[in-house]
């Protein structure tokens, strides 16, 4: 068996301690909410009616799938590569994190200028650094706002930012900017 063999067998189920953890964790936490979450109604016709019925099987089936996964499981134990695996499911989660900080300061500073700033910052952060990458990220970041303002029509409110600008600018930016 040469490395490359060895190196699938060993990420083949690295990370899976971990993830059946986490499931178990997370199925458990939710389970332990449906009663504040769901309500049992007095004027269901039966009892698939219910609106606490389906969202529970699904998840007492879901708490008993990983608890039988991690009980037939031969190690328990998170190692090494568990924790490397685990991170880099872990990773994307920034690019979730970029996209709601985007949505919070678009209210402030304005569609047409944190399009460009994230773009560009997006563009940096991804290793391309050249002065064509950036421009062409600051291109971009105009043809959005120019598709969803312009072209499509999306009602995207003013920046509060523009609150400062003199009256004829002012309406310049809320409409186009």
């Not at 009663?35 to 009616?49: F, L, V």
């Not at 590569?81 to 880099?88: G, M, S």
């Not at 047409?112 to 290793?127: E, K, N, V, W």
């Not at 999306?154 to 186009?176: C, H, K, M, W």
Request: glycine share 8%; net charge positive; hydrophobic share 55%.
């Amino acid at each position: 068996m040469d490395n490359s063999e060895l190196l699938k067998v060993k990420t083949k189920t690295s990370g899976q301690v971990v993830f059946v953890a986490a499931g178990l964790a997370i199925s458990l936490l939710l389970l332990s909410q449906i009663g504040n979450q769901t309500e049992w109604s007095e004027n269901a016709r039966n009892i698939g009616g219910q609106p606490r019925l389906w969202p529970a099987i699904a998840l007492v089936i879901m708490v008993l799938g990983f608890a039988a996964h991690y009980w037939l499981m031969r190690r328990r134990r998170p190692n090494a590569l568990d924790w490397v695996e685990a991170r880099r499911w872990v990773e994307p989660l920034e690019y979730l994190l970029w996209f709601l900080i985007y949505v919070a300061v678009v209210p402030r500073f304005g569609f047409m200028p944190m399009s460009i700033l994230f773009a560009c910052t997006l563009t940096y952060r991804l290793g391309y650094r050249s002065r064509a990458a950036l421009g062409l990220a600051a291109a971009f970041g105009i043809a959005t706002v120019v598709l969803f303002k312009g072209l499509l029509g999306v009602n995207i409110p003013g920046a509060q930012v523009y609150e400062y600008l003199p009256d004829s600018i002012r309406t310049f930016f809320l409409v186009y900017l």
